[in-house]
């Protein structure tokens, strides 16, 4: 009973900040690496940010660095994505995932960005 429920997002103007959350359970959490990605609408699913079981060398994509953050809490099972001076162009469903083995796919949270 894998479940991944992300929640957080919303509508926000340019340079506005989000941060989603992702809840996990059915699976051994604090022992997976956990990613966040994004799908643009008509494009693939793309890879944003990725964390370590115990948040060490956390990685993220060129087009996020210095504005987007990942961590985790895994007493909570959580992991979460802070989004700072975001941009039209984040605009996407974002999603959680394992980074090893990921299950499947959650119903994922809407973040709109627009003036």
């Known amino acids: 009973q894998v479940q991944l429920v992300e929640s957080g997002g919303g509508t926000v103007q340019p340079g506005g900040s989000l941060r989603l959350s992702c809840a996990a359970s059915?699976?051994?959490?604090?022992?997976?690496?956990m990613n966040w990605f994004r799908q643009r609408s008509g494009k693939a699913r793309e890879l944003v940010a990725g964390?370590?079981?115990?948040?060490?060398?956390?990685f993220y994509a060129d087009f996020v660095k210095g504005r987007f953050t990942i961590s985790r809490d895994n007493d909570k099972s959580m992991v979460f994505l802070q989004m700072n001076n975001l941009k039209p162009e984040d605009t996407a469903v974002y999603y959680c995932?394992?980074?090893?083995?990921?299950?499947?796919w959650g119903q994922g949270t809407q973040v709109t960005v627009s003036l």
């Open positions: 995932n394992a980074g090893i083995s990921p299950g499947s």
């Open positions: 059915g699976f051994a959490f604090s022992r997976s690496p």
């Open positions: 964390i370590t079981r115990h948040s060490q060398s956390p």
